[in-house]
């Protein structure tokens, strides 16, 4: 190995840079290089060869129509991020890489030589358009020059590594491109489903949930009731339930980023917060799978009114349908309804017949929901 290569290697493997890697089709050499310096074991959690397709649409979430395409990158890269953040916990440094390739073969090939590669991290995503002039070079030297660009696409994210001098020739092209908006508006752009902020603020962004219980709400703001409620669900359940902050709800306007981020921050310290943009609970099973969700009375009213499905053919019973078929179930507390003084609770809510099964009560012994968000407000500002 060359000193320049060995030496950019070495200062990757000297970061805090940690990363999962998924890959198709060109690259490899990088791979083997990162583990050939000694440190490789603190930079690679974990790396994947997605060469038949199925393996990586898997990885990818989706059937692409090309598979060598900046979106397929840059849908690997953030699949990665996610993966490296189950592997280490969230933390600094991590790093999901994604790159698809295609290189010359021993058939002619009718498209661009080209790789498409994306580093996705809490702050954004870089990507990386790699063009190279057909037919100058054989395989194994196309093969070289992508994980070239790789290694020095990961370079590129360390504040004082130099990176590396890639040999591109006359009818190569390079592109590059940083994309640093916050992870919260592209959840809301919908380029992942939800958004997980930890108790010290460190987000992590994914898709599809299973297994999960979620306290929905929109925690304006979070108060002693909410945390009693999360207590005794988890008690029920024998699971910690995370509050889920819905930034788009069906019968209110949608909160903006930095309101957003303000409540956000009221877990800080206490809990994980999961961000997501789907405004109904028949939409949230897109992506949850077999999951719990605890919510209000007054909240399971507005999610039988037939109201909220004027657009949807089936209506209430379709979407009741469709969150039984998901596995989601609801777990539902009494909740006092500042306006009239009485207490709403499931059996007041009119559940259509055949779907009884979805809810389950939890006794007003338990638990009872009488802090008002709304009166909380109230207080504040006249305070």
Not at 223 to 250: Q, T
Not at 268 to 285: I, M, N, S
Request: charged share 25%.
């Amino acid at each position: 190995m060359e000193s320049a290569l060995a030496r950019v290697i070495d200062a990757i493997h000297a970061s805090d840079l940690r990363a999962v890697i998924e890959f198709a089709g060109a690259g490899a050499p990088a791979l083997a290089w990162l583990h050939g310096r000694a440190g490789s074991s603190r930079t690679v959690l974990e790396a994947s060869d997605r060469y038949a397709p199925a393996s990586l649409a898997e990885a990818a979430g989706f059937v692409p129509r090309q598979h060598v395409h900046p979106d397929v990158a840059r849908a690997l890269a953030s699949a990665a991020l996610v993966r490296a953040c189950a592997l280490a916990g969230p933390g600094e440094g991590l790093t999901g890489v994604g790159w698809t390739a295609a290189v010359a073969t021993g058939r002619r090939r009718r498209g661009d030589h080209r790789c498409h590669l994306a580093l996705c991290d809490a702050s954004g995503v870089s990507s990386f358009a790699l063009h190279l002039e057909k037919g100058a070079r054989t395989r194994e030297q196309e093969e070289r020059l992508v994980g070239l660009l790789v290694i020095s696409a990961l370079a590129s994210a360390l504040p004082e590594c130099e990176g590396l001098r890639l040999p591109l020739g006359p009818g190569d092209r390079l592109e590059r491109r940083r994309e640093s908006s916050p992870l919260l508006a592209r959840v809301v752009g919908g380029d992942f489903d939800w958004l997980l902020r930890s108790p010290v603020g460190i987000e992590t962004p994914g898709r599809r949930l299973s297994g999960a219980v979620l306290l929905s709400g929109s925690f304006n703001p979070l108060h002693d009731a909410h945390r009693r409620l999360a207590e005794v669900a988890a008690d029920r359940l024998g699971r910690d339930p995370m509050f889920e902050l819905g930034l788009i709800n069906a019968d209110k306007s949608p909160i903006a980023e930095e309101e957003a981020a303000r409540r956000a921050v009221q877990f800080a310290g206490y809990a994980p917060v999961l961000l997501t943009a789907e405004p109904r609970f028949v939409d949230k099973t897109r992506w949850v799978r077999d999951s719990v969700f605890v919510l209000g009375a007054d909240t399971l009213a507005r999610l039988v009114d037939p109201c909220f499905y004027a657009g949807d053919r089936d209506g209430v019973p379709g979407a009741l349908a469709r969150i039984r078929e998901s596995g989601c179930r609801f777990l539902v507390a009494a909740r006092l309804e500042p306006s009239s003084g009485r207490v709403r609770t499931l059996a007041d809510c009119a559940v259509p017949r055949g779907f009884e099964r979805l809810f389950e009560a939890i006794p007003e012994s338990d638990f009872r929901m009488d802090l008002s968000s709304t009166e909380l407000r109230a207080k504040r500002s006249s305070a």
